[in-house]
Nanobody, 122 residues
Framework: VQLQASGGGLVQPGGSLRLSCAAS????????IGWFRQAPGKEREGVSC???????DYADSAKGRFTISRDNAKNTVYLQMNSLKPEDTAVYHC?????????????????WGQGTQVTVSS
């Protein structure tokens, strides 16, 4: 069972990135998926999650700017991030919960992938 996050990089404030979370060894559509981020010296925080049926939820910091989606045919979940701000700089991780719904708590997730670095800077 593996999750792999990708798509991070360096972007200017106001720019966009699309993160991908690809699964191998299991079928993502059986799991709720969450995106989390961790900035240096800070706790890991939930950014967004999507249920097995496609219901979505966002942290206040992400609402209106980020969009989570899933493509079960590709066994991949995406996080489209627009209007990026310097405070969005962090390592972004995806995680899978063997439940219909995800949450913003990292303790509700069973599998984690290695993160991808997002840096927002001019």
């Amino acid at each position: 069972v593996q999750l792999q996050a990708s798509g991070g990089g360096l972007v200017q404030p106001g720019g966009s990135l699309r993160l991908s979370c690809a699964a191998s060894g299991f079928t993502l559509d059986d799991y709720a998926i969450g995106w989390f981020r961790q900035a240096p010296g800070k706790e890991r925080e939930g950014v967004s999650c999507i249920s097995t049926k496609g219901s979505t939820d966002y942290a206040d910091s992400a609402k209106g700017r980020f969009t989570i989606s899933r493509d079960n045919a590709k066994n991949t979940v995406y996080l489209q991030m627009n209007s990026l701000k310097p405070e969005d700089t962090a390592v972004y991780h995806c995680a899978a919960a063997s439940d219909e719904y995800g949450s913003g708590s990292r303790y509700d997730y069973d599998y984690w992938g290695q993160g991808t670095q997002v840096t927002v800077s001019s």
